[in-house]
């Protein structure tokens, strides 16, 4: 296997949050683990799916890959180089080389900006010169399959529709010709009818481009359009990661299990049965000891409680975070 | 049947003009049946089903039309009179769970005023249905004392639930009530909501842009288009055999988790500017098998029992659904 482009070793972020009358009496800090200790490894070109409920630190997790916020423990490594020690010159560079997609396009942009303006600030940022800017802006907007004529690069974000928004931040990520991109939620937002021109860019770009890319979802029906490589996360940590048609197929931590059975399906044959699990995510402050799913796993045994799985290698490049699963 | 909605037209008094936000939709409601009303944003959808509440923004204008609920109509009615339908025989579930429940009361609160408000309950007797009816949709009833902002998504959309229930109804309008859950809440929540439907034999209308959520939990639908209603039958008939091409387009945009990894293809362009929407059929510039006869207002086509397109090529469904169901059928159909 070739040099992987992103290592991400032990990563793990506390948030403070507010103290209570009795906390600043005693002298307590409390924070919440939203991130917790995270490892994984991603090749060039490849692309990862992050699924999970919400507040399951999937996107604190992305924006520490691309240095949106910095870790409290562990490292990413980027090319062979933790982000966290970039000297202003390296920094200029990764901030060129790996960039983000934002979830909401509405928000996205800057509406006194005209399009044309906001693919140009990266590109005047990364001090490309000026000469190529046209040719760059021409290139992102057809991988994007948006025309690059002159009324449309000169209009407000106001003026377009919600799809052609999305495909305006996609193509300003891209103008920079990144190696890495971080995509949030980037179609929870749109109608359904243009979600999936979308997420055909997200695959086009992932086949032409060789860019590496993690695609954050709750949604594993679209993680599996765009990603071969899927990550669950619970509560902070990864509970499995494998090839993504190997998890959809035969997920093996009981709360992927979950998370499979619950996409809903456009069939009217579908299984009604009730999910294996009940109630929501625990309170993050003050997570179950030993398994953090414990206390909602159909399964669950004294060990759970007592020992905290950790992710283990089980065959076919699959790792899992559960005792009860065995290696193939 | 329980409600029937007969032309309905309604206008948004805007500064450009009128905005034909409905125009001429019929549906009817069976009792104790879901019917799912789907679409993508700003088709009409939430427009149609609240005025059946009747609670509108004041540049709203009924232009035609009837909403009969149980022989009377809805749309005739004073607003004294409509008052005493709202909460005892229609209730809503508004949109986001956070604008249905207000920040500064206690949840048991707010379901008690209703109780009392409406239900000309006692306190006593409020207090006693409020912890009845939490209880039905799942939560404990110590959270009565709590805020909106102490609950989680889930548990907020169980409770704006239990209000809508506070009275009985016997119409429910739920607008997108999961759209913003995460998969396992919003699967926990329709089992619970679908588990109170059939005890309780209520009628429901369901908003939602997810077909598959049609599919989990209704049995028919109606689909929208740009104010108008494109097809609408049983859930089985629409989704097995889609009669409008809109429906089998909407059906290839779409992901699936079960089956094949099979290619998506999107609708190209936009809906058109409902200021001044084009004649004839509205999605024709949209459509892949668009024809001269389509500048017409297209003819409602009976597909099977109940099953109903409104197609000029409706009768050909059979052979179009084969052709739709091939990516580049979809590929640079948008003629402006």
């Not at chain 1, 035969?250 to 009604?272: E, F, G």
Request: hydrophobic fraction near 40%; charge should be negative; proline fraction near 6%.
């Amino acid at each position: 296997m070739n040099q992987p482009l992103i290592t991400v070793e032990g990563l793990t972020k506390r948030f403070d949050v507010s103290r209570s009358f009795k906390d600043v009496f005693t002298g307590n800090h409390p924070q919440l683990q939203a991130v917790s200790d995270v490892d994984f490894t991603l090749a060039p070109g490849e692309t990862l799916g992050i699924v999970g409920e919400s507040g399951c630190g999937k996107t604190t997790l992305g924006r520490m890959l691309i240095k949106l916020i910095s870790a409290t423990e562990g490292k990413v490594m980027f090319d062979g180089k933790d982000i966290s020690e970039m000297t202003r010159t390296e920094e200029l560079e990764f901030r060129r080389r790996a960039q983000l997609v934002f979830q909401n396009p509405f928000d996205a942009l800057n509406p006194h900006f005209t399009i044309l303006r906001s693919l140009t600030e990266p590109l005047h940022n990364a001090r490309v010169p000026r000469e190529e800017h046209g040719q760059r802006i021409a290139e992102a907007m057809s991988m994007v399959h948006l025309p690059a004529l002159e009324h449309f690069l000169q209009s407000f974000p106001h003026q377009l529709s919600g799809g052609q928004l999305q495909r305006v931040v996609l193509a300003r990520a891209l103008v920079l010709r990144p190696d890495f991109i971080v995509a949030d939620e980037p179609v929870s937002m749109l109608d359904v009818s243009v979600r999936a021109g979308i997420l055909n860019v997200l695959r086009e770009v992932r086949d032409t481009m060789g860019l590496a890319a993690v695609f954050i979802s709750h949604d594993l029906a679209l993680v599996r359009y765009v990603c071969e490589r899927t990550i669950t996360m619970y509560l902070g940590a990864v509970v499995e990661d494998g090839p993504t048609a190997a998890i959809v197929e035969n997920p093996l931590h009981p709360y992927t299990k979950a998370l499979v059975q619950a996409v809903p399906i456009p069939r009217v044959d579908q299984s009604h049965a009730p999910l294996p699990i009940t109630g929501g995510l625990p309170d993050a402050r003050n997570p179950p000891s030993g398994c953090r799913f414990r206390d909602r796993c159909p399964l669950a045994e004294a060990r759970c409680a007592a020992e905290i799985p950790r992710l283990r290698e089980v065959g076919g490049g699959r790792r899992v975070a559960c005792h009860l699963v065995e290696p193939a | 049947m329980l409600l029937e909605v007969r032309d309905l037209v309604i206008d948004y008094r805007a500064t450009r003009g009128r905005v034909r936000a409905v125009d001429g939709v019929n549906f009817n409601v069976p009792a104790g049946a879901v019917v799912g009303v789907v679409g993508e944003s700003g088709c009409g959808k939430t427009t149609a089903v609240r005025a059946i509440t009747r609670v509108m923004p004041s540049s709203a204008v009924f232009a035609e039309g009837s909403i009969t609920l149980e022989g009377e109509d809805i749309v005739q009615m004073s607003d004294r009179e409509m008052r005493k339908h709202l909460w005892r025989d229609i209730a809503y579930v508004p949109q986001s769970a956070m604008n249905a429940l207000d920040p500064v009361w206690r949840v048991g609160k707010q379901i008690e005023e209703v109780l009392v408000g409406r239900g000309g309950m006692t306190k006593k007797a409020a207090r006693a249905r409020s912890e009845e009816l939490f209880a039905m949709v799942g939560l404990e009833a110590k959270r009565l004392r709590d805020y909106p902002h102490q609950f989680s998504g889930g548990m907020r959309q169980r409770a704006s639930i239990a209000l809508a229930l506070a009275l009985s109804p016997k119409l429910v309008i739920a607008d997108e009530p999961v759209t913003a859950l995460d998969v396992v809440i919003q699967r926990q929540v329709l089992d619970t909501f679908t588990e109170l439907q059939k005890q309780l034999n209520l009628s429901v209308i369901l908003v939602t842009h997810d077909i598959s959520v049609v599919a989990y939990v209704c049995d028919y639908v109606v689909v929208m288009y740009a104010g108008k209603v494109v097809e609408s039958g049983p859930v089985a008939d629409v989704l097995d055999n889609p009669g409008h091409p809109y429906t089998m387009g909407l059906y290839n945009a779409f992901p699936e988790l079960g089956g094949e990894d099979r290619e998506l293809s999107p609708i190209e362009g936009s809906p058109p500017d409902l200021l001044n929407p084009p004649k004839g059929c509205r999605f024709r510039a949209r459509c892949p098998f668009a024809i001269d006869a389509c500048l017409q207002d297209p003819p409602e086509h009976t597909i099977g029992e109940g099953h109903v397109a409104n197609c000029h090529r409706a009768g050909e469904a059979g052979e179009l659904r084969e052709i739709a169901k091939r990516t580049e059928t979809w590929v640079g159909v948008t003629s402006e």
